[in-house]
């Protein structure tokens, strides 16, 4: 058994919208809808538990009423930080899982066959985080002075799905010391003293922070529905 968490919690005030970003229509579709489809249709997957905000999820039930989402077992109010949100979520999941799978809700764009690989790798290593290419030249910052440039040759940015084996997860959250301020569950599993294997994955799978992260995914969107 292999669960997913989406987390979709956050306020998105970055968006600069009245609606939060997690419902802000994509093609048609709001994105957390699209995102949760994606976890759906991968064979990987074998439940879903979305961590939302308290007060959008009556809205949320009420946009999901004309979707047969079978494989998802819970909705559940997020906390006020991201990690919060997270084991809100693992608090959900069903003890019998193996493989946990941990997702930003605002990454709509994510492949099935990514999803399939890095929960595949997570099965026989115990962490895996999808990551990407680091394709821009990437400068260390002394107040308003460049005080280095990175080689970014080894350097990859952290995607999500992440996936771990449930205990690994369960551990991290436990005992790590920076899980409030962590950005991802990778870095908490590392801090204790786990390997985690990258997974190279699509470029594609953008996160929707910014207005302008809507229009390029409505293109990536069309280009991969070959419209």
């Given at each position: 058994?292999?669960?997913?968490?989406?987390?979709?919690?956050?306020?998105?005030?970055?968006?600069?919208?009245?609606?939060?970003?997690?419902?802000?229509?994509?093609?048609?579709?709001?994105?957390?809808?699209?995102?949760?489809?994606?976890?759906?249709?991968?064979?990987?997957?074998?439940?879903?538990?979305?961590?939302?905000?308290?007060?959008?999820?009556?809205?949320?039930?009420?946009?999901?009423?004309?979707?047969?989402?079978?494989?998802?077992?819970?909705?559940?109010?997020?906390?006020?930080?991201?990690?919060?949100?997270?084991?809100?979520?693992?608090?959900?999941?069903?003890?019998?899982?193996?493989?946990?799978?941990?997702?930003?809700?605002?990454?709509?764009?994510?492949?099935?066959?990514?999803?399939?690989?890095?929960?595949?790798?997570?099965d026989e290593t115990g962490a895996a985080c999808l990551v990407a290419h680091v394709t821009d030249t990437i400068k260390e910052i002394d107040g308003d002075q460049i005080a280095g440039t990175l080689e970014r040759r080894n350097l990859r940015r952290a995607l999500t799905p992440q996936a771990f084996h449930l205990e690994i997860l369960l551990d991290a959250y436990e005992n790590a010391d920076a899980?409030?301020?962590?950005?991802?569950?990778?870095?908490?599993?590392?801090?204790?003293?786990?390997?985690?294997?990258?997974?190279?994955?699509?470029?594609?799978?953008?996160?929707?922070?910014?207005?302008?992260?809507?229009?390029?995914?409505?293109?990536?969107?069309?280009?991969?529905?070959?419209?």
């Amino acid at each position: 058994m292999n669960t997913a968490i989406i987390v979709a919690a956050g306020s998105g005030s970055r968006f600069s919208s009245e609606t939060p970003k997690q419902f802000i229509e994509l093609s048609g579709k709001p994105v957390v809808i699209r995102t949760i489809e994606r976890f759906e249709s991968c064979d990987e997957i074998t439940a879903i538990v979305l961590v939302l905000p308290a007060e959008q999820i009556d809205a949320f039930h009420n946009l999901a009423a004309g979707h047969e989402f079978v494989k998802l077992t819970a909705v559940v109010a997020g906390g006020d930080s991201r990690a919060q949100s997270v084991v809100k979520g693992l608090e959900k999941v069903d003890r019998e899982t193996k493989i946990v799978a941990v997702h930003d809700g605002a990454r709509p764009l994510v492949t099935i066959e990514d999803i399939t690989r890095v929960v595949h790798r997570a099965d026989e290593t115990g962490a895996a985080c999808l990551v990407a290419h680091v394709t821009d030249t990437i400068k260390e910052i002394d107040g308003d002075q460049i005080a280095g440039t990175l080689e970014r040759r080894n350097l990859r940015r952290a995607l999500t799905p992440q996936a771990f084996h449930l205990e690994i997860l369960l551990d991290a959250y436990e005992n790590a010391d920076a899980a409030e301020v962590a950005t991802d569950d990778s870095s908490l599993v590392e801090e204790q003293g786990y390997e985690v294997t990258a997974v190279v994955g699509s470029p594609c799978n953008i996160k929707i922070t910014h207005p302008e992260d809507l229009i390029i995914a409505e293109a990536l969107l069309r280009d991969e529905e070959g419209k």
